[in-house]
């Protein structure tokens, strides 16, 4: 079993078979990467797993429960995190407080009113927020307002503001889209290290043949909709259908 | 200090000096001077900059840091005024319980429309507010007469109840009172030609209004208020962070009607009587000026904002035309008659075109409002301190986030 089962999902948009019968199985403590060509379905996959898009049919389970009809808040608060194709931070907060709202987050819920008091706790939370910033190499622009930021470093911050919710189950969608490969290169040993440092599942939807086998440990390509192949990074290279699907016959 | 950083703190002192010096600092020209109609430091204008200062600031609570722009607000302002009226009428002259159901009322009746509302955002939140502002209006002037005194709205009468107070001896009038002191009641201080009236209704609007600013520092600067906050910069990543907006947006909706109410309960308290048309929806409109021409989601610029637009209202609008031509009268005559007829329809009733003209400019040349403008003049002279100080002022502008 593992940490994320996914089985017999369908979607449809009007005539579109956005998903066609999706059986998949995350094992716990893995890097697991979903690839396709364009339209195979992946973002369609990834906003099912977070409770933006119910399926028709089948069951979404994770650690044992559903998310099927829960709100993203929720699903987020059982454990799973999402970092978006473009980073989604709080552009208008500092850095330092964009790492704050996570923390909160997970002590005191979905909603707890902190108006007034509370100032001892306050404090432990900057204290963590400051500890997780220096591991991010972040700490140095703690009071600028992160919009400031480049492309690189917000994405930093963004997989550091996931992580600092303790997730179970951390999902990239094109974590390294849109940027110059000395970003993309950071941003791999960020997640190598988060991989080697945490007990975290990881789910990457990429483009990018570099990352997806740098980090894979298993991969799954749709095609269509639906699953092709799923097997280890070294076999799908050689794989004669991923061939001709996918990464054409040059790769 | 009281939980503030230096800065804030500061800010609180600088409020609380304005409010507590108002009766010198709003009358600054003798009495009987040309200039004398310049002076604002009449207790009912006062108790309007105090009053419109707390609807203000807790309008900026919800629009300020949520960025949800309510249409509505007049409402919670007029619900609390006839909660108040209704206090004093049944129970006491008292202000104190009337002006603390005002809080309440309002702050219930803001829970339900904010409820509903909040399921949608945008422009569709502020049609749905408005809406309701409307329906409020409409059902205080025509059904709901029996409760709101309709058109002519309500007053203080002889035959109230008032089953706390003892009965008055005849020839007495119900008056607003404080445990026994009488919101009209004033003291005045002579000094050479100048006139100074300290107003016993007017300092506790002060009093409310230190407390009203006060707290909302407090909430701008906790994690409540950085949640607000976070609402506004990305509601997306807010909901893939675990965390419910829409509670915190409602819990920010019913502060700020909570605040509305304070204030529609001072006025009751200020003047005795209540009417449908504070629940009209340009009341609801000039809070949302009030708030952007002073600063949106600035701590003190709701309070200027509201002060610039009430002292047009009432200043600029009592100019007419004997006094300009009074004003030019050592012009030439023709120049005069053109001075005059130029000027003329921005004064007086025309007082709304310069409110108009006043709200432009700032909008388009300050987006962050007074407070923005207040700022670059603060830069201005701090460049000239030294070099790097400008170069550092340069960088903070490239970043005007804030």
Not at chain 1, 61 to 84: A, C, H, T, W
Not at chain 1, 216 to 235: C, F, H, M, N, Y
Not at chain 2, 45 to 64: E, H, K, S
Request: proline share 4%.
């Amino acid at each position: 079993m593992g940490i994320l089962e996914i089985k017999n999902v369908n979607k449809r948009f009007g005539g579109l078979q956005a998903l066609g019968d999706v059986n998949l199985s995350v094992a716990e403590n893995t890097v697991h990467a979903i690839i396709g060509p364009n339209g195979a379905g992946k973002s369609t996959l990834l906003n099912v797993l977070v409770g933006k898009l119910i399926p028709d049919t089948g069951s979404v389970m994770f650690d044992g429960q559903s998310v099927l009809g829960r709100k993203p808040y929720e699903i987020n608060q059982m454990g799973i995190s999402r970092v978006f194709q473009t980073p989604e931070i709080f552009g208008d907060l500092t850095v330092l407080e964009n790492m704050m709202i996570p923390i909160f987050a997970k002590r005191d819920g979905a909603f707890r009113m902190r108006a007034i008091g509370a100032a001892a706790s306050e404090r432990e939370v900057i204290e963590q927020a400051e500890l997780m910033l220096e591991s991010l190499n972040l700490a140095d622009a703690r009071h600028d307002h992160s919009a400031a930021m480049s492309r690189g470093n917000k994405r930093r911050l963004e997989i550091g503001m996931c992580l600092a919710q303790e997730p179970r189950l951390l999902l990239l969608d094109e974590p390294t889209a849109g940027m110059a490969r000395a970003d993309t290169n950071n941003t791999i040993d960020l997640l190598k290290q988060i991989k080697d440092e945490r007990d975290i599942t990881i789910a990457i939807i990429e483009h990018d043949m570099h990352v997806v086998f740098s980090l894979a440990e298993r991969i799954t390509v749709l095609a269509q909709g639906s699953p092709l192949v799923e097997d280890t990074p070294d076999k799908i290279k050689g794989h004669p259908k991923v061939r001709e699907a996918y990464l054409g016959e040059s790769a | 200090m009281l939980g503030l950083t230096k800065k804030d703190f500061a800010l609180l002192l600088v409020v609380t000096a304005l409010a507590l010096f108002a009766p010198f600092i709003l009358n600054p020209f003798p009495e009987g001077s040309g200039m004398a109609q310049f002076n604002a430091g009449y207790p009912d204008l006062m108790q309007r900059f105090a009053i419109f200062g707390i609807f203000a600031i807790g309008f900026n609570i919800l629009f300020g840091l949520t960025g949800y722009l309510s249409f509505g607000h007049a409402a919670f302002l007029g619900v609390g005024s006839y909660a108040a009226i209704w206090m004093m009428k049944l129970l006491t002259d008292n202000i104190l319980p009337a002006m603390l159901l005002s809080v309440v009322i309002a702050g219930l009746f803001s829970l339900v429309v904010g409820y509903i509302s909040l399921r949608r955002s945008g422009i569709y939140f502020a049609i749905l507010t408005l809406a309701f502002a409307q329906m409020s209006y409409a059902l205080a002037y025509s059904v709901l007469t029996p409760i709101t005194g309709g058109e002519t709205g309500l007053q203080l009468k002889l035959n109230d109840p008032r089953i706390l107070d003892a009965a008055l001896a005849p020839g007495e009038r119900a008056n607003a009172n404080l445990f026994g002191l009488d919101m009209t009641a004033s003291h005045e201080l002579y000094f050479g030609a100048w006139q100074f009236t300290f107003n016993a209704g007017y300092y506790i609007a002060a009093a409310c209004l230190i407390l009203a600013f006060y707290l909302s520092i407090r909430i701008f600067r906790s994690p409540f208020g950085m949640m607000l906050r976070a609402i506004k910069s990305n509601n997306t990543r807010m909901t893939y962070t675990g965390l419910n907006a829409r509670p915190y947006a409602l819990a920010a909706f019913v502060i700020s009607g909570m605040y509305a109410g304070l204030a529609g309960g001072l006025m009751v308290a200020m003047d005795t009587q209540v009417g449908p048309e504070r629940m009209f929806w340009t009341a609801s409109g000039e809070v949302v000026l009030m708030t952007i021409l002073g600063g949106a989601g600035t701590l003190i610029g709701p309070v200027l904002g509201s002060g610039v637009i009430k002292y047009m209202e009432n200043i600029i609008s009592k100019i007419n035309g004997s006094i300009l031509h009074e004003w030019f009268s050592w012009m030439p005559d023709g120049l005069e008659d053109a001075l005059v007829t130029l000027i003329y329809p921005f004064v007086g009733k025309g007082w709304h075109l310069t409110l108009g003209i006043v709200f432009m400019l700032v909008v388009i040349f300050l987006p962050g409002g007074l407070v923005e403008g207040g700022q670059r003049i603060g830069r201005m002279f701090r460049r000239n301190g030294g070099a790097s100080r400008a170069a550092k002022d340069i960088a903070e502008q490239r970043n005007p986030a804030e």
